[in-house]
């Protein structure tokens, strides 16, 4: 980790105090990196602290980035990790303990990091329904978001489970991308207008509890059924339920909203002084352009709230000196 004070071009890159961080990142995905990146060029003092375990790792590619279409994810974080470090940005491999008062980041088995600022994108985690095979097939043939993934298995016959009530509205939409689209109602009890609006845009309904998928040769075969059915499909797109990673932000006493997910503003400002948050933690839609733009956003809040301490500190020296000097 690059701990230097100084630029290339020897002036003062912020006005943090000696072992102390301007920021300091936890989440090291495309919203920390992003933010990251940005302070480092306003010359600030930042560390990015990283457990390395981001929420699309079992997918091969990410789509709907412009420049980065059909890019692996793990690709994208190792251009950002190599663009962050021109900057004299510190990348630390390991997981956050907790944050204590005054923002001293303890590591797991670690040291501790002081901040004046702390950025929270540490992302969410899908809770898969425990339906065998589903698991194993995630990020595959087996999915969520048909923005990200739906257009790689146009016109090929499609299932959707019905696991979550999400998974109606999930099943409209994936009838722009084929026209043999299954709705497979397992538990959720659909209401008629569900099963009306179904109808009405083509899909078909598939009745009965889901057994487990089928897979033969590392492909998704089909879908069967308790009743021992097996409808074939080639791939299979389910609602998870998003839980956000979001215990460092509880344990500061950050606010969240009646669906459980952290208050933040434009900039992903928290109700807590000093704490921003981005990216999936704080927004269960955002996909990766969203959440690196969410770290830009936050990256220029932070370094203006920085901006306005750093002046009032200026300025009471000043007016502390000219004091002083007058006394004499």
Not at 16 to 23: E, I, K, L, P, T
Not at 90 to 95: F, Q
Not at 251 to 267: E, F, H
Not at 276 to 299: F, L
Request: glycine share 14%; aromatic share 4%.
């Amino acid at each position: 980790m690059n701990e230097a004070t100084n630029d290339q071009a020897g002036g003062v890159r912020s006005a943090a105090g000696d072992g102390a961080y301007d920021v300091v990142v936890i989440g090291g995905g495309a919203a920390g990196l992003n933010a990251a990146l940005l302070l480092g060029r306003a010359r600030r003092r930042v560390a990015v602290i990283d457990a390395g375990e981001p929420r699309n790792a079992p997918a091969a590619h990410m789509h709907g980035f412009l420049s980065r279409d059909g890019l692996p994810p793990a690709t994208l974080l190792d251009l950002g990790r190599a663009e962050i470090a021109r900057y004299g940005v510190g990348l630390i491999r390991g997981r956050v303990e907790h944050i204590e008062p005054g923002f001293h980041v303890r590591l797991d088995g670690g040291p501790v990091l002081t901040a004046r600022r702390i950025l929270v994108a540490t992302g969410l985690r899908d809770e898969l329904p425990g339906i065998p095979g589903v698991r194993e097939r995630w990020g595959k043939d087996v999915l969520h978001c048909p923005y990200c993934h739906a257009f790689e298995v146009r016109d090929r016959p499609l299932a959707v489970l019905g696991t979550s009530p999400g998974a109606v509205h999930q099943a409209l939409l994936l009838r722009g991308w084929s026209d043999d689209v299954a709705f497979f109602a397992h538990t959720l009890d659909l209401t008629a207008e569900d099963r009306e609006r179904l109808e009405a845009r083509g899909l078909r309904i598939v009745e009965g509890r889901i057994e487990h998928l089928a897979v033969d040769g590392d492909r998704l075969r089909g879908v069967a059924l308790a009743d021992g059915r097996v409808v074939p499909r080639d791939a299979a797109f389910l609602f998870p339920r998003m839980v956000p990673n979001d215990g460092l932000l509880t344990g500061l006493g950050c606010a969240k909203d009646g669906n459980g997910w952290v208050i933040t503003d434009r900039t992903g400002r928290t109700s807590v002084a000093g704490v921003w948050a981005a990216g999936n933690v704080a927004d269960p839609r955002a996909q990766v352009v969203t959440a690196a733009g969410m770290g830009s956003a936050a990256a220029f809040a932070m370094n203006n709230d920085l901006l306005e301490e750093d002046v009032a500190g200026a300025v009471a020296r000043r007016r502390a000196a000219l004091v002083g000097g007058g006394s004499r």
